[in-house]
């Protein structure tokens, strides 16, 4: 196998999901103006939705705006993406931890302040912390066999339908829990068009009831050192970038 290509780290991510029917508008604009120096260009998601037209009886498909907004950095590769009860941080990995962990704390202190119910606060059920690993290559030309990068992927039969090569595979596994509490590790390895593998690691919080981050700074420190390790318990020796 050459050494030329191996999985980097291309991004970190971090996905917080809470509980609750209150949502304040007008804390998107503020939540903005806090961020509008690092991620200037905002965005309002869309999808298209059936609708019946009275004047004409007729079904019409129309773009129709979500409650999703994003903040996008200058270079479009990392975002904060804000709608009801779910925050997601996704940042480009620069070679400064210190710095991306920073920015999700903040994000997460200020979605908490312009989003939280006024009279009931909100309940923070997961937490979930992502590590997303590139691979490239030219699909034009090579064909990549994972199993000489990693020690986890996927066993697809020859000759099942559909075997373009594409594929998407996601497996998690509970580490610790019970009926209302949950930690997990979860793989993800997806091989996309254009001569892209993504090899995700995430380490996921799930409490029922809801919980407090007491302690951000700690809880992003363990889940950034545990993620790295299991890195490097799956990528093989020529497999990742040093």
Same mark, same amino acid.
Request: with cysteine; proline share 2%; hydrophobic share 35%.
């Given at each position: 196998? @050459? #050494?030329?290509?191996?999985?980097?780290? #291309?991004?970190?991510?971090?996905?917080?999901?809470?509980?609750? &029917?209150?949502?304040?508008?007008?804390?998107? &604009?503020?939540?903005?103006?806090?961020?509008? &120096?690092?991620?200037?260009?905002?965005?309002?998601? @869309?999808?298209?939705?059936?609708?019946?037209?009275? *004047?004409?009886?007729?079904? /019409?498909? $129309?773009?129709?705006?979500?409650?999703?907004?994003?903040?996008?950095?200058?270079?479009?590769?990392?975002?904060?993406?804000?709608? !009801?009860?779910? +925050?997601?941080?996704?940042?480009?990995? #620069?070679?400064?931890? =210190? @710095?991306?962990?920073?920015?999700?704390?903040?994000?997460? %202190? $200020?979605?908490?302040?312009?989003? &939280?119910?006024?009279?009931?606060? @909100?309940? +923070?059920?997961?937490?979930?912390?992502?590590?997303?690993?590139?691979?490239?290559?030219?699909?034009?030309? /090579?064909?990549?066999?994972?199993?000489?990068?990693?020690?986890?992927?996927? $066993?697809? !039969?020859?000759?099942? /339908?559909?075997?373009?090569? =594409?594929?998407?595979?996601?497996? !998690?596994?509970?580490?610790?829990?019970?009926?209302?509490?949950?930690?997990?590790?979860? +793989?993800?390895?997806?091989?996309?068009?254009?001569?892209?593998?993504?090899?995700?690691?995430?380490?996921?919080?799930?409490?029922? =009831?809801?919980? %407090?981050? *007491?302690?951000?700074?700690?809880?992003? %420190?363990?889940?950034?050192?545990? $993620?790295? *390790?299991?890195?490097? =318990?799956?990528?093989?020796?020529?497999?990742?970038?040093?």
């Amino acid at each position: 196998m @050459s #050494n030329k290509k191996s999985f980097y780290l #291309n991004e970190i991510s971090c996905e917080f999901q809470f509980e609750g &029917d209150y949502w304040n508008y007008k804390g998107i &604009d503020k939540m903005y103006e806090e961020f509008k &120096d690092e991620f200037p260009q905002r965005m309002v998601s @869309s999808e298209t939705k059936a609708l019946y037209n009275k *004047e004409t009886n007729k079904i /019409e498909h $129309v773009l129709v705006e979500t409650s999703e907004v994003s903040f996008y950095n200058k270079d479009m590769f990392s975002s904060i993406i804000v709608e !009801p009860n779910h +925050l997601i941080v996704i940042l480009k990995w #620069n070679n400064d931890w =210190l @710095s991306i962990k920073k920015t999700i704390i903040r994000a997460f %202190e $200020v979605y908490k302040k312009f989003f &939280d119910d006024p009279n009931k606060g @909100s309940i +923070l059920r997961t937490i979930a912390f992502w590590h997303n690993y590139y691979l490239e290559y030219d699909f034009k030309k /090579e064909k990549i066999n994972i199993k000489h990068y990693l020690k986890f992927y996927p $066993v697809i !039969p020859k000759g099942m /339908e559909g075997d373009d090569g =594409l594929f998407s595979y996601y497996a !998690p596994k509970i580490i610790k829990g019970d009926e209302g509490y949950q930690e997990q590790i979860i +793989l993800s390895l997806q091989r996309q068009l254009f001569g892209v593998i993504v090899f995700s690691i995430g380490y996921a919080r799930m409490i029922k =009831l809801g919980f %407090e981050m *007491e302690n951000l700074d700690s809880w992003f %420190e363990d889940a950034h050192n545990k $993620v790295s *390790e299991i890195f490097s =318990l799956c990528a093989k020796k020529g497999g990742r970038k040093r």
